[in-house]
Every structure is written in structure tokens, then in C-alpha cells.
């Protein structure tokens, strides 16, 4: 069970975390407190406050990891399917820490030589 210590910013309306099972190191998942399926229907105080945990968490990589390159995703349900209760929008920030080497680029899985936990504390400044 994830520890609410694996948390790197908590706010009133979201939280970003390491994922347990993150692809890549330090990667960082946005997601909101609130069931929300589709990330176009959120309201002009959820986009303040998105984009305020937004910032927090890219300042952490630039700070933290030498201002890497990253991709940030939007996971989020199409139009039509926004009320589905099983649906949850999301952010993922992956920094472009390691090289896909043979292993990646033959199987399209991911390897992850840090530990989530570790990468949390670190980003949050305890490492």
C-alpha cells in the first residue's frame, strides 16, 4: 500500500507522486483528488491549480535533476465518455533520464533502475 509519504506536493484540489510501478526515473503523476474522467471539463480554479502543481513539479525536475528533457501526457477520456465512473484523468511528466538500450527497443517495455520511493524523497528534498 502506497504511504502517504510517497507524496511529492499535496494541494486542496490535487497531488503528484511517483507512481509505485513508474516506466521511467522520476517520473511524476498529477492527478486530481476529485473523481474526474475528462481533463476538458475542469473548472477555471481546477486550471489555477493544475497549473500551480504543474510548476511545482517541473521546477522540482529543474532544480533536482539539472533541467532534464521531459515529456508531460494528458491521459484523459473522450468527450463521450466523461461520465464513465471507471474513467480518472491524469498527468504524467516523464524526464528523459536513460537511454532505451536493447531490451526496451526490442520489447517496448520499460526498465526503471531507481526505486519510486527514492526518487519521491529526492524530488521532495529529503535525499
Keep these: 500500500m502506497r504511504s502517504s509519504q510517497d507524496r511529492i506536493t499535496l494541494s486542496p484540489l490535487f497531488v503528484s507522486f511517483v507512481p509505485f510501478a513508474a516506466e521511467f526515473p522520476c517520473e511524476i503523476w498529477i492527478m486530481p483528488k476529485e473523481h474526474q474522467a475528462d481533463f476538458g471539463s475542469i473548472t477555471p480554479q481546477e486550471k489555477k491549480a493544475f497549473a500551480e502543481i504543474l510548476k511545482d513539479s517541473l521546477s522540482r525536475l529543474y532544480y533536482k ?9 494528458i491521459n484523459t477520456a473522450a468527450r463521450y465518455k466523461a461520465e464513465e465512473p471507471q474513467l ?3 498527468c504524467q511528466i516523464r524526464p528523459r533520464l536513460t537511454t532505451p538500450a536493447g531490451f526496451e527497443l526490442g520489447s517496448g517495455m520499460s ?17
Excluded at 65 to 73: C, F, G, K, T
Design 88 to 90: 480518472h484523468w491524469y
Design 111 to 127: 526498465i526503471n533502475p531507481s526505486i519510486p520511493e527514492v526518487d519521491a524523497a529526492f524530488l521532495r528534498g529529503e535525499v
Design 65 to 73: 535533476l539539472n533541467n532534464p528533457d521531459y515529456n508531460y501526457v
